[in-house]
C-alpha cells in the first residue's frame, strides 16, 4: 500500500504541474487572443470545445474509468499463455488494456460525424453567420479523431503509472495549441482575413498532434513484451479472444451514467447556448474560465489520481491461484504452476485488507480536511478579490460586462466541485455494477432537477451567466448529497465486517466531522477577513490595481493565519 500511496502521490504532483503549465500558457494565449476576438466569437470557441470534449467523452471515458479499476503494476514474473508465446502477467495486462483501448478509436469518427450534424442542425442563423464555420468544425472533428489514437498508448502509461511520460506529452500539446492559435490569429488580423474560429481550429489540431508524436514516439520502442497493436489472447475471459470481459462489461455499465456525469458536467455550456445569445455567452466563457481554473489546475488531477490510487486499493485484482479446468486440474503439482487467474475488480466475495482500508481511510479523510481549509478561502476572501483581478487580466473594457459577478459568485461554486470530485471518484472506483446503475438512475433524476433550475433562472427568470452559476450550484448540492450518504454507507458496511473478524475497527467515516471540518479558531479567522475585505470593498473599491494589491494583502494575511 506505501508503493501504491507513494506512486498515486508522485501522479498527483506530476498532473497538478502538468495542469499549472498547461493552464499558464493558456491563459498567456487569452490575454494575447482578448485583443484579437469579439465576445461573439469567444462564444462560438467555447461551443466547439463542448464539441469536441463531447465526442472525445463519450468515445473513450467509460472505458478509461474501468481501466483504472483493473489494478496496477505487477511485479511477479509468473507466465500466462497468450497465443502461441507465453507473456508475463506484466505483459499481458498491458496488452489487455491495448487491445481494449481501440475501442474508442472505432467509436471516434462515428461519434465525430454524429455530433458535427447535430451541431450544424440545431445552430442558429448568428452562428451559421460566423465566417469558415464549416471548416472550423470539420477541423474540430477531425482533431477528435486524431486524439483518440493515443488512447492504447495512453492506457499502459496509466496502467504502469508513467506520469511524467503524460506530462511531457501534454505539455508539449499544450504549446503546439497555443503557439498556433496565437501565430493564426494574429495573421489574420494583420492580413484583416475574417478567420472566425479557425484558429481555434487549427490550435486543437495542433494539440492532437503533439499527443501523438510524444507518446508514440516514447512508447513504440519502448513496447518490448507487448504489442501497442491488438493481439489475440486467446483466452476463456476474453471476447473475440481480444477484449477482457469483466473491463468490457464494467465499461457498459458505466457508459450510460458517463453520459449522464457529461451532460451534468457540461450542462452549464449546453444551458447557456439555448437560452442566451453568442455575446452572453462569450462573457460567460470569460468567467467560467478565469473562476474554474482553480478546478482545472488542482480538483481535476486529484480527482483522477484518488480514483487510480481507491480502485488499487479498495478493488480486488486477482483471485487465488486456482487450477485450470484441464485434463491436470486433479494433479497434486498443478497448484504450483497454475497462473493467477484475473478477477472482475468490483468483486466483493474477497475480503479487502485492513491495512489498505486504513490508507484509503487516511487519505480520504485529509483530504477532505485539506479541501475545507480551501472552501473557507474561497468563500470568505475570493469573491472580493474577482472583480479588481479580473479588471487587472481582462482589461476594464470588461468591467461593464456581467463577468466580474460571475468570477465572484463561482468562488462560492468551486467548493461544490471539488467535494463532488472526490466523493464521485471514490464511488466509481469501488462500486459495483449494479450499484453503479443503480447511481445512473439518480444521475437522471439530478440532470432532470438541473435542466429545471436552469430553465427557471436562465428562461423564466432570465438571471443569465448569474443564474446559470446557481443552476450549476443546485446540480452539485443534490449530487453531493447522494454520494456522500453512498461512501459513509460503504465505510459503515466495512467497519461492520471488520468487528465481525474481530480485527481492528475501521474508524466511523462522515463527510462532515471533526477530522474533515477546520478548527473554530480558523473559522473566526476566515469571517474577519470577510469583514475586512467587506468593508473596503463598500468604501472604496474601483477596480484598480490598488485595490487588487489591498485585497490580495489582506487575503495573503487570512491564509496564513488559518
Known amino acids: 500500500e506505501e508503493a501504491v500511496l507513494a506512486a498515486s502521490a508522485r501522479g498527483a504532483t506530476y498532473l497538478v504541474l502538468l495542469q499549472i503549465s498547461s493552464r499558464a500558457f493558456t491563459f498567456i494565449v487569452n490575454q494575447i487572443l482578448l485583443r484579437y476576438l469579439s465576445p461573439a466569437l469567444l462564444g462560438i470557441s467555447s461551443q466547439l470545445e463542448l464539441f469536441i470534449i463531447s465526442v472525445l467523452y463519450f468515445s473513450r471515458e467509460s472505458l478509461r474509468v474501468a481501466l483504472q479499476r483493473q489494478g496496477g503494476r505487477n511485479d511477479g514474473s509468473s507466465q500466462v499463455e497468450g497465443g502461441h508465446n507465453a507473456m508475463s502477467t506484466v505483459d499481458r495486462r498491458a496488452q489487455e488494456v491495448v487491445n481494449l483501448a481501440y475501442i474508442p478509436i472505432a467509436l471516434g469518427p462515428f461519434l465525430a460525424y454524429l455530433f ?21 468544425l470539420m477541423l474540430y472533428s477531425l482533431a477528435a479523431v486524431l486524439e483518440l489514437f493515443i488512447e492504447p498508448c495512453f492506457a499502459v502509461a496509466n496502467q504502469q503509472m508513467l506520469y511524467g511520460l503524460r506530462a511531457s506529452a501534454e505539455t508539449v500539446a499544450t504549446l503546439a495549441r497555443c503557439a498556433l492559435t496565437c501565430s493564426v490569429a494574429i495573421w489574420g488580423s494583420r492580413t484583416g482575413e475574417s478567420l472566425g474560429a479557425l484558429p481555434f481550429a487549427y490550435g486543437q489540431l495542433g494539440y492532437a498532434s503533439g499527443l501523438i508524436f510524444v507518446y508514440y514516439g516514447t512508447m513504440w520502442s519502448g513496447a518490448t513484451g507487448f504489442s501497442l497493436i491488438p493481439r489475440s489472447l486467446s483466452a476463456d475471459d476474453h471476447i473475440l479472444t481480444f477484449f477482457l470481459r469483466p473491463a468490457l462489461e464494467l465499461a457498459l455499465n458505466l457508459y450510460a451514467q458517463s453520459g449522464l456525469k457529461h451532460l451534468l458536467t457540461q450542462g452549464d455550456s449546453i444551458l447557456i447556448a439555448l437560452f442566451t445569445d453568442l455575446a452572453s455567452q462569450g462573457v460567460y466563457a470569460l468567467a467560467s474560465n478565469y473562476g474554474s481554473l482553480l478546478a482545472r489546475v488542482l480538483f481535476s488531477p486529484i480527482e483522477e489520481s484518488s480514483r487510480g490510487l481507491f480502485g488499487r486499493l479498495l478493488s480486488s485484482q486477482i483471485c487465488p491461484a486456482t487450477t485450470t479446468t484441464n485434463s491436470n486440474e486433479s494433479s497434486p503439482n498443478s497448484d504450483a504452476t497454475s497462473s493467477p487467474k484475473l478477477a472482475p475488480p468490483y468483486s466483493t466475495t474477497q475480503h479487502i485488507p485492513l491495512s489498505s482500508l486504513m490508507s484509503a481511510y ?25 472583480p479588481p483581478l479580473l479588471s487587472f487580466v481582462a482589461g476594464r473594457a470588461w468591467r461593464s460586462t456581467a463577468a466580474p459577478n460571475v468570477l465572484a459568485l463561482y468562488c462560492y461554486y468551486l467548493p461544490l466541485l471539488a467535494y463532488n470530485g472526490i466523493l464521485e471518484a471514490f464511488v466509481a472506483a469501488v462500486a459495483s455494477p449494479a450499484e453503479l446503475r ?59 465486517k471488520e468487528t465481525a473478524e474481530k480485527e481492528k475497527d475501521v474508524l466511523r467515516f462522515r463527510v462532515l466531522s471533526r477530522e474533515t471540518l477546520p478548527k473554530a479558531r480558523t473559522v473566526s479567522m476566515g469571517v474577519g477577513a470577510w469583514g475586512v475585505l467587506h468593508v473596503l470593498q463598500r468604501q472604496s473599491f474601483d477596480g484598480s490595481s490598488r485595490d487588487l494589491v489591498l485585497a490580495l494583502g489582506v487575503a495573503g494575511t487570512a491564509g496564513l493565519g488559518m
Open 362 to 386: 487516511t487519505f480520504l479523510t485529509t483530504l477532505l480536511r485539506a479541501y475545507s481549509l480551501l472552501t473557507l478561502l474561497l468563500t470568505t476572501v475570493a469573491p472580493h478579490l474577482a
Open 438 to 496: 443503480r447511481q445512473s438512475l439518480w444521475m437522471l433524476a439530478f440532470s432532470l432537477s438541473y435542466v429545471v433550475a436552469g430553465w427557471m433562472l436562465l428562461g423564466a427568470w432570465g438571471l443569465g451567466a448569474e443564474g446559470l452559476v446557481g443552476a450549476n450550484a443546485v446540480n452539485m448540492v443534490v449530487r453531493i448529497v447522494w454520494t456522500g450518504r453512498w461512501v459513509q454507507d460503504w465505510w459503515d458496511g466495512q467497519r461492520e
Open 116 to 136: 458535427s450534424r447535430i451541431y450544424v442542425s440545431k445552430a442558429t442563423p448568428d452562428v451559421l453567420a460566423i465566417p469558415h464555420i464549416h471548416q472550423a
